[in-house]
Every structure is written in structure tokens, then in C-alpha cells.
């Protein structure tokens, strides 16, 4: 019944939430509160809690002004507060302003709402819940069962607060009153017993009640008088004796409200030997029987001043994995909780930990299957949303691939298939067609097939332009160490290697490079190095590692004759690309006719290169053994021209834009008629 209380939602209105007051707050209102409009624009949402402060204390001073506001001011103010509250739902103090201002501007209904939102948005703050139960108490007390409701929700949520003797008082105080009415103080009962196993500042208070009561209840009944007496002992005193070592704890905190400024590293160490103390076993944590939720209790109001602090949400997480009995959506609410609040430079340890606690929860041993799958589908949701939030993290395509083949019982690697070959070729082909099919689907944009796995077509959430290079690289490695299948991976190369998406793809190129050298095709491996840096863009580290590995293979492996018998000189050319991947031979020989290379860095002076066209040791003069002709030079053309000066403007212009064809043309018309 609790773990359903803690998922309930207490929204009664399904009208989305606007947050920007200026839709409500017209000009001429802005231009008569300029220092609300001041204070609005100069929130610093992340480091500053008193820019935040100061909006809503002007944002108060409106409803003063406006002793009878029209409807788009009242909005515009109740936005202000939605605005901030939304954002920092652990902002009690401004629930409490905004439920004070909801009363003056629509009446006790709105206010009401109001603390029900609180509630839900902050479900664990002992304040907001000892209001809202006031209230519904002060103002509605005809609605026992709805009360009542609302109060074991509450005992679940708060009740177990080393502090919660406030919210203790009024519910006892609220069934007192209907046991006086009915005359059945059974459930009055109840409560007290289970106050009294709970540790609490006033634990002695309840205890000394609880014993006044039974007696009074049972003064004609010595033996259940006994039996009573005999078992509220067993329970209060282990709780009374470990009150005292809880109390060195309690006492050292001194902010346990939610705040933007940094946490003093008293109140962490403090935090951190706290739960130190609950989770390591002792004799005297054994001896007192504390319940597992009062521990659950103390996470819970750590993370609200510790909210950006990464190590509480694993000690959190963990805590919940070991024992055992959490279900997969306690651990994706605290993933999305800790997710939803921390930078995001500072949850990579919280995702790895959740990944390892859900990963392990579906491969133990003896675990009910229907549980299993839980935790399967479970662990998928959390790497499509973990890819979504950060979409060039590829490690999650890869996890999901990764656990999907385990879940189907799909193993491979290169030890285990050469030397036992125990797999079950069947999933291998249904995988293999999976991905063949997800390919095909993505690149014609048509819809996918519903023969698919589900888990399959959960999988097309994450493919995109920059991923879909990984499914690829998967139905490769699958067709090349599964099923070495040669002419199949050819195939596959020559359908995706001249994709726009895979121009960058460090590993497409790789696989491709290892493919190669696999087979020895000489020529594909120098279509590909002569691509590098034109066609294919790979980072510089990657090309000299490559380039220095290519060197070595064709050592070992080539023929002296295919290298010698080459133009240009193998290992210069190979050389040239090194820390310059967009070198290249066609491109420099492009070059030598432009104007700006002729002009050799000096506008409006052209210079016509003289350009041998012999060798320099001539086949002729080696057979005959006679002295070197005198080099024949190019003629220079058009000396005696006048020099035609470059038009640098339009040029640059014309290569940083060039995409616009009939901008080019009007540029170049434009740029020949000025030269003339």
C-alpha cells in the first residue's frame, strides 16, 4: 500500500502550467513596475538564490499595490511563482508565500490546490505537509475519510522524520477526536504502536501516552493490560536506547532545507558519517530494530540539502540495489531524480552505478523471469532517455546492443568463437536481420516492420545521423566473426562506405582499414589513403597511427615491384599527409593555376612560375652516359599584358558562400566586369 502511496499524484488540474508571466502582463503594466521587470530579468537561475528572492519579494509587492488586480495580473503573479517553483520545487518557503498570496487573490479552494501541489512537487517536507493537513483539517473536517487518507500518505512520507512530531500531534489529535465520537480506539491504537517503533525526539512522549491509554482502555482486563505493557517495552526500549547516538547526529545539522549556495563541508561530513552509521551494522543498530524506512527517511532529507551532491544519490542507489527487495521503478525514479538535478558534468558515476545495479539484477541467478524482464525492458528505457538527454554518447547505442544480445542469449568474441563455436546461429541470423532491416528502414525513411522485436523497434529511438554508424559496424563484426562471410562484408562496404553520415565515423574506417589489410586488397587500401583528408574526415591522431601501420604492412607484405613502378614516391606521399590529412597531389597542382597562388602573396603582381617540363637525370643521358640537356622552360604568355588586379572581396566571398548558383553567377559577372 505505501509504495502506491508514493506514486500517487495530487493534481487535480490537467491545465498545463504556463511560465512566462509577460503572456499575462500587458506593456503599460510592465512600464509601471519596472523594478519587478528589473528584478525579473536579472534571475541568475543557477548560482544566486537571493536574484531569486528579490523577483518574488517584488513580485509580493504587486499584490499589495493591487488591492483588486483583473484577472491577467492575478495569472501573471501566480506565474511568477510557478516560474521559480517549477524549477526549485524544494523551495518550501515559497510555497508557502505562494499558497498565502493564492488565498488573497482567489479564495481558500485555490489555496488549497495549492498545498496539494506542494505535497506532490516535495512529497518528503514535513512543513508543507503539517500546512496542508492543518488546513484540510481547520476547513474541511467533515471529510473524515478524505483526511484520513491524506494523513497515512503522510505517516509513510514524513512520519518517519527524526522530527515529525508535529505531523505525530495532529493526527493523533485528529483520531482521538473520532475515537471520542465512535468509541472504537483501535486505530488510535495502531498508531501508537507504530509510533513507538520509530525513533523520534519525543519517542519517550509517545510511549508515556501510549501506556496511559492501554491502561485506561484495559483497567477491567489485567492480563491484556500485561500483554500490552510487556510488548510496548520490547518495543521502546532498543528504540530509546540508539536515540542517543542518533541525537550526535540530529543535532549537527544545522541547514536541512534546500538551498543554491554550496553546503558547508561540516554539514557533508556530518551527512556522510550519518548514513555511515545506518548502513553499517552494529550491535547496536541490530539490537534496536530500527525500521528500514526511518533509513530510507534519512536519504531522503539528506538529498534535500545535499540535492547536488552525486555521491548521496549512489550511496542512495546502492543502498537500494543491496536490499533486494526494490523493484526496477524505485531505481529509475531515483536515476531520474539525481539525473533531473545534477550538472551534467557531474553524473556519469550515478549513470554507471544504476547501469551496473540494473544490469546485475537481470543476470542473477534464481530471480523470477517476469522480474527479469522488468528489469530488462527497465535498463532499455534508461539508455534511450540517458541517449537522449546526451546524444553524442554512442557508449549507450552501444550498451543497448550489448544487452540486448545477451538478454537473447547472443555471445561472441573472438577467443570464444575460434576455439569452442558454442552459440546458437539461429539468433545470430535473426540478429543479423534485425539489423539489416533497421539499416534499410532508416536510410529509405520508410516506417519499420511490426515482425520486428519490440525491443528491436524500441532501439530505432536512438539512430540517427550520428549513430546509425555503430549498427553498421555491429552487422560487420557479426557477419565478419560469426559467419566470415568475405563477400558479404565486401558488399556491405561497398553499399555504405560513400554515405554523407559516415565521412567522419573513426570506427567505420578503422574496420574498413583492418578489413582490408585482412584480404591484402593493395588498391582499395590506397583509395582509401588517397581519400583520407578529402572525402574522409578522421581525426589527425588517428590518420598518423594509421598511415605509420600502413607503412609497416606494405613492408611486410607488398610487392617491391607494385610500390616502385608507382609515378610519384610512395613514401613521400605517404609522409605529406602526416599532420596534414587534407594534403593532396591534385589539390597543389590546382593550385599553381589560381591568382592568388601566382600572385605569390602580393595582390595585383602576377608571377608566371617557370615550370621545368624534363626530368632532372634524363633516361637518356643514364644509357648514353653524355652531360644533361639544359632544361627546357616554360614560355611565359602574356608579359606584355597590363596587370589585371584581384578582387579579394568577391573571391573569399564566392568560396566561404559558394553553395548559391545564381549568387555566383551574378558575383562572377559582377567581379569580370570590374576587372575589365
Same mark, same amino acid.
Given at each position: 500500500?505505501?509504495?502506491?502511496?508514493?506514486?500517487?499524484?495530487?493534481?487535480?488540474?490537467?491545465?498545463?502550467?504556463?511560465?512566462?508571466?509577460?503572456?499575462?502582463?500587458?506593456?503599460? *503594466?510592465?512600464?509601471?513596475?519596472?523594478?519587478?521587470?528589473?528584478?525579473?530579468?536579472?534571475?541568475?537561475?543557477?548560482?544566486?538564490?537571493?536574484?531569486?528572492?528579490?523577483?518574488?519579494?517584488?513580485?509580493?509587492?504587486?499584490?499589495? /499595490?493591487?488591492?483588486?488586480?483583473?484577472?491577467?495580473?492575478?495569472?501573471?503573479?501566480?506565474?511568477? =511563482?510557478?516560474?521559480?517553483?517549477?524549477?526549485?520545487?524544494?523551495?518550501?518557503?515559497?510555497?508557502?508565500?505562494?499558497?498565502?498570496?493564492?488565498?488573497?487573490?482567489?479564495?481558500?479552494?485555490?489555496?488549497?490546490?495549492?498545498?496539494?501541489?506542494?505535497?506532490?512537487?516535495?512529497?518528503?517536507?514535513?512543513?508543507?505537509?503539517?500546512?496542508?493537513?492543518?488546513?484540510?483539517?481547520?476547513?474541511?473536517?467533515?471529510?473524515?475519510?478524505?483526511?484520513?487518507?491524506?494523513?497515512?500518505?503522510?505517516?509513510?512520507?514524513?512520519?518517519?522524520?527524526?522530527?515529525?512530531?508535529?505531523?505525530?500531534?495532529?493526527?493523533?489529535?485528529?483520531?482521538?477526536?473520532?475515537?471520542?465520537?465512535?468509541?472504537?480506539?483501535?486505530?488510535?491504537?495502531?498508531?501508537?504502536?507504530?509510533?513507538?517503533?520509530?525513533?523520534?525526539?519525543?519517542?519517550?512522549?509517545?510511549?508515556?501516552?501510549?501506556?496511559?491509554?492501554?491502561?485506561?482502555?484495559?483497567?477491567?482486563?489485567?492480563?491484556?493490560?500485561?500483554?500490552?505493557?510487556?510488548?510496548?517495552?520490547?518495543?521502546?526500549?532498543?528504540?530509546?536506547?540508539?536515540?542517543?547516538?542518533?541525537?550526535?547526529?540530529?543535532?549537527?545539522?544545522?541547514?536541512?532545507?534546500?538551498?543554491?549556495?554550496?553546503?558547508?563541508?561540516?554539514?557533508?561530513?556530518?551527512?556522510?558519517?550519518?548514513?555511515?552509521?545506518?548502513? !553499517?551494522?552494529?550491535?547496536?543498530?541490530?539490537?534496536?530494530?530500527?525500521?528500514?524506512?526511518?533509513?530510507?527517511?534519512?536519504?531522503?532529507?539528506?538529498?534535500?540539502?545535499?540535492?547536488?551532491?552525486?555521491?548521496?544519490?549512489?550511496?542512495?542507489?546502492?543502498? #537500494?540495489?543491496?536490499?533486494?527487495?526494490?523493484?526496477?521503478? %524505485?531505481?529509475?525514479?531515483?536515476?531520474?531524480?539525481?539525473?533531473?538535478?545534477?550538472?551534467?558534468?557531474?553524473?556519469?558515476?550515478?549513470?554507471?552505478?544504476?547501469?551496473?545495479?540494473?544490469?546485475?539484477?537481470?543476470?542473477?541467478?534464481?530471480?523470477?523471469?517476469?522480474?527479469?524482464?522488468? *528489469?530488462?525492458?527497465?535498463?532499455?528505457? !534508461?539508455?534511450?532517455?540517458?541517449?537522449?538527454?546526451?546524444?553524442?554518447?554512442?557508449?549507450?547505442?552501444?550498451?543497448?546492443?550489448?544487452?540486448?544480445?545477451?538478454?537473447?542469449?547472443?555471445?561472441?568474441?573472438?577467443?570464444?568463437?575460434?576455439?569452442?563455436?558454442?552459440?546458437?546461429?539461429?539468433?545470430?541470423?535473426?540478429?543479423?536481420?534485425?539489423?539489416?532491416?533497421?539499416?534499410?528502414?532508416?536510410?529509405?525513411?520508410?516506417?519499420?516492420?511490426?515482425?520486428?522485436?519490440?525491443?528491436?523497434?524500441?532501439?530505432?529511438?536512438?539512430?540517427?545521423?550520428?549513430?546509425?554508424?555503430?549498427?553498421?559496424?555491429?552487422?560487420?563484426?557479426?557477419?565478419?566473426?560469426? =559467419?566470415?562471410?568475405?563477400?558479404?562484408?565486401? #558488399?556491405?562496404?561497398?553499399?555504405?562506405?560513400?554515405?554523407?553520415?559516415?565521412?567522419?565515423?573513426? /570506427?567505420?574506417?578503422?574496420?574498413?582499414?583492418? *578489413?582490408?589489410?585482412?584480404?591484402?586488397?593493395?588498391?582499395?587500401?590506397?583509395? =582509401? *589513403?588517397?581519400?583520407?583528408?578529402?572525402?574522409?574526415?578522421?581525426?589527425?591522431? !588517428?590518420?598518423?597511427?594509421?598511415?605509420?601501420?600502413?607503412?609497416? =604492412?606494405?613492408?611486410?607484405?607488398?610487392?617491391?615491384?607494385?610500390?616502385?613502378?608507382?609515378?610519384?614516391?610512395?613514401?613521400?606521399?605517404?609522409?605529406?599527409?602526416?599532420?596534414?590529412?587534407?594534403?593532396?597531389?591534385?589539390?597543389?597542382?590546382?593550385?599553381?593555376?589560381? %591568382?592568388?597562388?601566382?600572385?605569390?602573396?602580393?595582390?595585383?603582381?602576377? !608571377?608566371?612560375?617557370?615550370?621545368?617540363?624534363?626530368?632532372?637525370?634524363?633516361?637518356?643521358?643514364?644509357?648514353?652516359?653524355?652531360?644533361?640537356?639544359?632544361?627546357?622552360?616554360?614560355?611565359?604568355?602574356?608579359?606584355?599584358?597590363?596587370?589585371?588586379?584581384?578582387?579579394?572581396?568577391?573571391?573569399?566571398?564566392?568560396?566561404?558562400?559558394?553553395?548559391?548558383?545564381?549568387?555566383?553567377?551574378?558575383?562572377?559577372?559582377?567581379?569580370?566586369?570590374?576587372?575589365?
Amino acid at each position: 500500500m505505501h509504495a502506491i502511496h508514493t506514486n500517487m499524484a495530487i493534481n487535480n488540474s490537467s491545465e498545463p502550467l504556463i511560465l512566462d508571466p509577460n503572456l499575462y502582463l500587458d506593456s503599460n *503594466f510592465i512600464k509601471e513596475n519596472s523594478e519587478w521587470e528589473k528584478a525579473y530579468k536579472a534571475i541568475d537561475w543557477d548560482n544566486n538564490v537571493q536574484s531569486i528572492d528579490t523577483f518574488l519579494h517584488e513580485t509580493e509587492k504587486l499584490v499589495i /499595490k493591487y488591492s483588486a488586480p483583473n484577472e491577467k495580473i492575478k495569472r501573471g503573479i501566480c506565474t511568477c =511563482f510557478n516560474l521559480v517553483l517549477t524549477r526549485y520545487p524544494l523551495f518550501f518557503g515559497y510555497w508557502k508565500k505562494f499558497t498565502a498570496i493564492s488565498y488573497r487573490l482567489y479564495g481558500l479552494d485555490y489555496s488549497i490546490h495549492v498545498l496539494e501541489r506542494s505535497v506532490n512537487a516535495f512529497p518528503h517536507s514535513l512543513e508543507l505537509w503539517c500546512d496542508y493537513l492543518n488546513v484540510l483539517v481547520a476547513n474541511k473536517s467533515q471529510e473524515y475519510d478524505f483526511i484520513r487518507s491524506k494523513f497515512e500518505l503522510a505517516s509513510w512520507l514524513v512520519g518517519y522524520h527524526f522530527m515529525a512530531h508535529p505531523f505525530w500531534d495532529k493526527y493523533i489529535e485528529f483520531e482521538t477526536k473520532l475515537s471520542a465520537e465512535t468509541g472504537e480506539y483501535s486505530l488510535i491504537q495502531d498508531i501508537y504502536k507504530n509510533v513507538c517503533k520509530i525513533p523520534l525526539y519525543h519517542h519517550a512522549k509517545y510511549s508515556t501516552n501510549y501506556r496511559k491509554l492501554i491502561r485506561n482502555l484495559h483497567k477491567d482486563s489485567p492480563e491484556l493490560l500485561k500483554m500490552e505493557e510487556e510488548s510496548l517495552h520490547k518495543s521502546h526500549l532498543p528504540v530509546q536506547n540508539i536515540l542517543g547516538k542518533l541525537w550526535e547526529f540530529e543535532s549537527k545539522i544545522k541547514q536541512s532545507f534546500f538551498n543554491l549556495n554550496p553546503l558547508p563541508q561540516n554539514e557533508l561530513t556530518n551527512w556522510d558519517n550519518y548514513l555511515k552509521f545506518l548502513l !553499517v551494522p552494529s550491535s547496536l543498530l541490530n539490537s534496536s530494530n530500527i525500521p528500514e524506512h526511518f533509513i530510507e527517511t534519512v536519504f531522503e532529507r539528506c538529498l534535500i540539502p545535499c540535492n547536488k551532491y552525486e555521491h548521496f544519490w549512489i550511496k542512495y542507489l546502492v543502498y #537500494k540495489y543491496k536490499r533486494k527487495d526494490a523493484n526496477s521503478i %524505485k531505481y529509475l525514479s531515483i536515476l531520474k531524480r539525481g539525473l533531473s538535478v545534477l550538472p551534467d558534468d557531474r553524473n556519469d558515476t550515478l549513470i554507471a552505478t544504476a547501469l551496473t545495479c540494473l544490469h546485475n539484477s537481470i543476470f542473477t541467478e534464481g530471480e523470477n523471469p517476469s522480474i527479469k524482464n522488468q *528489469f530488462f525492458q527497465s535498463y532499455l528505457e !534508461v539508455l534511450i532517455d540517458l541517449y537522449k538527454i546526451k546524444p553524442k554518447n554512442h557508449q549507450y547505442v552501444l550498451e543497448y546492443l550489448k544487452i540486448y544480445k545477451l538478454w537473447n542469449g547472443i555471445k561472441y568474441s573472438s577467443h570464444h568463437i575460434d576455439k569452442n563455436r558454442q552459440y546458437n546461429l539461429n539468433n545470430y541470423k535473426k540478429y543479423v536481420k534485425n539489423l539489416e532491416t533497421l539499416l534499410q528502414k532508416y536510410f529509405s525513411k520508410s516506417d519499420y516492420h511490426r515482425t520486428l522485436d519490440i525491443d528491436v523497434r524500441f532501439f530505432r529511438y536512438m539512430l540517427n545521423d550520428n549513430s546509425i554508424d555503430t549498427v553498421i559496424v555491429e552487422l560487420i563484426k557479426v557477419r565478419w566473426f560469426v =559467419f566470415k562471410e568475405t563477400l558479404a562484408i565486401k #558488399k556491405i562496404f561497398a553499399t555504405y562506405w560513400n554515405r554523407p553520415q559516415l565521412k567522419n565515423s573513426v /570506427k567505420f574506417w578503422l574496420l574498413y582499414y583492418k *578489413f582490408q589489410k585482412k584480404v591484402k586488397d593493395f588498391d582499395k587500401l590506397a583509395s =582509401f *589513403f588517397t581519400r583520407l583528408g578529402e572525402y574522409i574526415f578522421l581525426p589527425t591522431l !588517428v590518420i598518423n597511427d594509421m598511415l605509420e601501420d600502413y607503412k609497416t =604492412f606494405v613492408l611486410l607484405n607488398g610487392n617491391l615491384k607494385d610500390i616502385t613502378k608507382k609515378s610519384e614516391d610512395f613514401w613521400l606521399t605517404l609522409d605529406c599527409k602526416r599532420n596534414d590529412p587534407m594534403w593532396s597531389k591534385n589539390k597543389i597542382k590546382r593550385n599553381w593555376t589560381t %591568382k592568388r597562388y601566382k600572385s605569390a602573396g602580393h595582390a595585383g603582381i602576377l !608571377v608566371e612560375r617557370p615550370e621545368s617540363q624534363n626530368s632532372v637525370i634524363h633516361r637518356k643521358v643514364l644509357k648514353k652516359n653524355s652531360a644533361q640537356e639544359l632544361p627546357t622552360l616554360k614560355v611565359p604568355h602574356h608579359m606584355n599584358n597590363a596587370i589585371k588586379p584581384i578582387n579579394y572581396f568577391t573571391t573569399d566571398y564566392l568560396q566561404q558562400y559558394g553553395g548559391n548558383t545564381k549568387m555566383n553567377k551574378i558575383l562572377k559577372g559582377n567581379a569580370v566586369g570590374k576587372n575589365k
